[in-house]
């Protein structure tokens, strides 16, 4: 990644009063369906989007709208106070929708904890990183006005979904995400196209 990310909290509300990209304040969302697959073929996941943190950086032209250029994202599956389960995405090299490449030197790299997910048993509790993989984003967008947005929220929506696989054998399925957020605005450098498509 060209900058580095700060991790920044998404609270579910409307955020009145917000004019990074000029247009009327839309509400934050969020929406996941993670599933963990795993070699004795027992099966966890969850849909909750008990706590999200995410930060993006974009490339902002005079003559076109931001393009997202990089994000990064945890999505927790518990609410409960010093329990572990959770996922984070980090992808960069994107220019826009399309499929990108799963694995840690790739375009997206996928690591999740399951100490605490609900029906995971023992012996896959831990710490893990996929290593291969594919990541489909079906949309990216932060407004419609050109120009320049640095240190300004912008509306941003990200939609795709991830199918990886760890080194050991866990499959881990984002059947599908959708995050609508108010991200500060932050200028990527010239960034290298990492899409497969």
């Given at each position: 990644?060209?900058k580095?990310?700060?991790?920044?909290?998404?609270?579910l509300?409307s955020?009145s009063?917000?004019?990074?990209?000029?247009?009327?304040p839309?509400?934050?969302?969020?929406?996941?369906?993670?599933?963990?697959?795993?070699?004795?073929?027992?099966?966890?996941?969850?849909?909750?989007c008990?706590?999200?943190?995410?930060?993006?950086?974009?490339?902002?032209?005079p003559d076109t709208?931001?393009?997202?250029?990089?994000f990064n994202v945890?999505?927790?599956?518990?609410?409960?106070?010093?329990?572990?389960?959770?996922?984070?995405?980090t992808?960069?090299?994107?220019?826009?929708?399309?499929?990108?490449?799963?694995?840690?030197?790739?375009?997206t790299?996928?690591?999740?904890?399951?100490?605490d997910?609900?029906?995971?048993?023992?012996?896959?509790?831990?710490e893990?990183?996929?290593?291969?993989?594919?990541?489909?984003?079906?949309?990216?967008?932060?407004?419609?006005?050109?120009g320049?947005?640095?240190?300004?929220?912008?509306h941003t929506?990200?939609?795709?979904d991830i199918?990886?696989?760890?080194?050991?054998?866990?499959?881990v399925?984002?059947?599908?995400y959708?995050?609508?957020?108010?991200?500060?605005?932050?200028?990527a450098?010239?960034?290298?196209?990492?899409?497969q498509?």
């Amino acid at each position: 990644m060209n900058k580095a990310m700060t991790l920044v909290g998404l609270a579910l509300t409307s955020c009145s009063g917000l004019t990074g990209t000029k247009e009327p304040p839309e509400d934050q969302a969020c929406s996941i369906n993670a599933r963990f697959t795993f070699p004795d073929g027992s099966v966890a996941g969850y849909s909750e989007c008990d706590e999200v943190l995410i930060d993006a950086t974009y490339e902002f032209d005079p003559d076109t709208p931001p393009e997202i250029r990089s994000f990064n994202v945890q999505f927790t599956g518990t609410d409960e106070s010093g329990f572990e389960c959770w996922i984070k995405m980090t992808a960069y090299g994107l220019c826009g929708s399309g499929r990108y490449s799963v694995g840690p030197e790739l375009s997206t790299r996928v690591e999740f904890a399951t100490y605490d997910c609900a029906g995971v048993g023992d012996d896959y509790e831990g710490e893990f990183v996929a290593t291969t993989g594919t990541h489909t984003l079906y949309r990216a967008h932060a407004g419609n006005e050109t120009g320049s947005f640095e240190d300004e929220p912008l509306h941003t929506i990200l939609r795709g979904d991830i199918r990886a696989e760890t080194e050991s054998g866990i499959q881990v399925d984002i059947e599908s995400y959708t995050i609508a957020a108010y991200i500060r605005g932050t200028d990527a450098e010239e960034t290298t196209c990492l899409n497969q498509d």
